[in-house]
């Protein structure tokens, strides 16, 4: 009988992976298989033993539009200055349900497959790259509802190549920049459960931070012309990618439909309030940041990402 360390005694060491190495975000394609199927898990066992299934992913966003445009756009009149407000509101709902899915499901994924993580080695990033990916499937019956609202209120001779291009950029600068900072909490969590409350709080506040209920020249008024603070918390506000994610969503899809909405009034798109100057820059900008804020989370997932199975 053939005695197999004289086998593996031909093979050289350097053919031999190290067991429990990680290449960070590079596994994630070279594991792509892996995470495939997690992503399926994710999408298949979301609405199990649910009676309405698929349909919830139009009823929590067609709720969240009617308490706000209720509450705010009817009592508080806070549609006034806004032309088609409905569209304007819906847009920003949207690019928020992305985030807060995709950065919630990021932190709490390394907790939530805590069973994988302690027996068998794979990449952990698949876990939080996975939440962001189910979070994008959830976010496209939403997109194209936004969609076929915008093409009933005849924007389709308004959409242009660059409303494309602004709908695929809000997509990208709002999906990494939640998968950095859910790599970042998510490795965080993992020790220390305090990181899940902190971004409970950071989600919160993501809403109201970004102008989805109201325009951003509201935020200009009150900083410079009541507060009469500088001018450059204005601009920081705006490189905030959550913002831009928003804002690149109304170009996209609110400034179509009020066009063709206000253009038998004589009104132009040069009419139109809410689009903040700048806008293809700050695109760049907040592109750059979204790419930082992946490079962090990923640096520190990676040095904590040893101690997991321990603090698990």
Not at 29 to 41: A, C, P
Not at 125 to 134: G, H, K, Y
Not at 195 to 208: F, G, K
Request: charged share 15%.
């Amino acid at each position: 009988m053939t005695d197999t360390r004289d086998l593996f005694a031909t093979v050289p060491r350097s053919a031999f992976d190290v067991p429990g190495k990680s290449h960070g975000l590079i596994d994630v394609v070279r594991w792509r298989y892996l995470l495939h199927l997690l992503v399926r898990t994710g999408v298949t066992t979301r609405y199990r033993n649910s009676v309405l299934g698929w349909t919830w992913s139009y009823v929590r966003p067609a709720a969240q539009f009617l308490v706000f445009w209720i509450v705010l756009g009817i009592f508080m009149d806070l549609d006034k200055g806004i032309p088609n407000y409905a569209v304007y509101l819906f847009s920003g709902i949207v690019v928020i349900n992305l985030f807060s899915e995709g950065f919630k499901n990021a932190t709490t994924s390394i907790v939530g497959n805590a069973a994988l993580v302690r027996k068998v080695f794979l990449p952990r990033q698949l876990f939080a790259v996975s939440a962001i990916f189910v979070a994008f499937v959830h976010f496209l019956p939403q997109v194209a509802l936004l969609l076929l609202v915008c093409l009933l209120m005849g924007a389709a001779m308004h959409f242009t190549v660059l409303s494309l291009l602004a709908l695929l950029g809000g997509m990208l600068i709002v999906m990494l920049f939640s998968l950095g900072l859910g790599l970042f909490f998510g490795a965080v969590n993992v020790r220390f459960r305090d990181a899940e409350n902190i971004v409970e709080l950071m989600l919160l506040l993501a809403t109201w931070a970004s102008p989805v209920l109201y325009a951003w020249t509201m935020v200009q008024d009150a900083v410079i012309e009541r507060l009469h603070w500088p001018s450059w918390l204005v601009e920081l506000y705006l490189l905030n990618p959550i913002t831009q994610g928003v804002e690149l969503f109304h170009y996209a899809f609110w400034r179509p439909a009020t066009e063709s909405m206000i253009a038998v009034d004589g009104y132009t798109g040069t009419d139109l309030i809410g689009l903040p100057p700048m806008l293809g820059w700050n695109t760049l900008w907040t592109l750059l940041i979204s790419i930082a804020t992946l490079l962090v989370g990923q640096l520190v997932f990676r040095r904590l990402e040893g101690r997991f199975a321990q603090d698990l």
